[in-house]
């Protein structure tokens, strides 16, 4: 994770990247990181259900198509009530505890051992940008081994109206009907989505608070009060926002159709991935829904590293690694 101010700091701001050391995490910190994450994703997807539920309804219904967000929701909640945009609120908390955390603790994790396999913070800076994807890439892959079986029984408590009443019904309906297959029949099209959208959240948060700090120079980001801190973390979030949604949109859209049943049921996971790709084309694939998804996302990624960094200064987190590229004095 990126250093923020002196107030939200991961390492001492003024000193140039050689003169950094690699932190040591005991297995204290690594669970603090945990369950800074954990309650970052949480509250955010929490948070983010209703619009969610919208997506997933222009992406998989036929009835939603051609309808932007307000009126796709004022469709729901005329037919369904208000509370059908609560649908899948169980799995979602629930998945994103467990994911969120992972993804956090997983990312400080492997950010900090590629750093000292480049031979220190020093050595890595010009290496950064590969620390960054394989630390994000590596540590998403693990976390949604966790994630899948969760994310199946939300997207299909939200596309298939009647399913269950809820988390504990829809997950046992599922593993009953279906096992393991079901749980993980779209384990391939998550990763496709969920590996870009950590790469894009992690890496091009990191290089927008580096140019962002770069702008102001060493002496000013030293100055930062606790508020304009906080302002850096929301505007390079938003930024990484825009780069995961849309890196993460085609597979999206392709897992919340797996999910519904849509395929050939004898095809493999990665068949009916391409299968449906084909079917769906380029212009589905990349624009339904994709609006509500941008703006979805740049409020999930940015007040996750907020919220990240409050709940690691609560809870005493040591600071995470460094390796930006500061402007030398």
């Not at 994911?99 to 603790?105: N, R, Y």
């Not at 009443?165 to 393991?180: C, K, P």
């Not at 890496?203 to 002496?219: C, D, F, K, T």
């Amino acid at each position: 994770m990126a250093s923020s101010s002196p107030t939200m700091a991961s390492s001492p701001s003024s000193l140039p990247a050689a003169a950094v050391h690699a932190p040591t995490f005991t297995a204290s910190d690594y669970l603090k990181f945990f369950g800074a994450g954990a309650m970052a994703a949480t509250l955010t997807h929490g948070a983010a259900t209703p619009i969610d539920v919208v997506k997933t309804r222009i992406q998989v219904d036929d009835a939603m198509k051609g309808l932007n967000m307000v009126q796709a929701g004022r469709k729901i909640v005329a037919a369904e009530g208000a509370g059908a945009l609560l649908t899948g609120f169980g799995p979602t908390a629930v998945g994103y505890l467990v994911q969120g955390g992972g993804k956090f603790v997983g990312y400080e994790f492997f950010k900090k051992r590629f750093v000292e396999l480049a031979g220190g913070p020093d050595k890595a800076v010009p290496h950064r940008t590969a620390i960054y994807l394989g630390a994000s890439a590596t540590a998403e892959v693990l976390a949604d081994i966790a994630l899948c079986p969760l994310e199946a029984t939300r997207i299909r408590l939200v596309s298939q109206r009647g399913f269950a009443t809820g988390l504990v019904s829809g997950f046992m309906r599922l593993a009953r009907e279906e096992g393991f297959r079901g749980f993980y029949s779209g384990f391939v099209p998550l990763l496709c989505k969920q590996v870009p959208y950590a790469v894009g959240q992690f890496s091009v948060h990191e290089a927008a608070v580096e140019m962002i700090y770069r702008a102001l120079g060493p002496e000013r980001k030293a100055r930062l009060t606790h508020v304009e801190a906080t302002g850096v973390e929301l505007t390079s979030g938003i930024v990484a926002g825009v780069a995961a949604a849309v890196l993460s949109h085609p597979a999206d859209t392709l897992l919340s159709a797996i999910n519904k049943g849509a395929g050939d049921p004898r095809q493999s996971a990665t068949s009916k991935l391409f299968s449906l790709a084909r079917e769906f084309g380029p212009k589905r694939l990349l624009l339904t829904g994709l609006g509500p998804r941008v703006f979805m996302t740049c409020g999930l990624v940015s007040g996750q590293f907020v919220i990240y960094a409050q709940a690691k200064a609560l809870v005493g987190a040591a600071p995470g690694i460094e390796i930006h590229k500061e402007v030398k004095l």
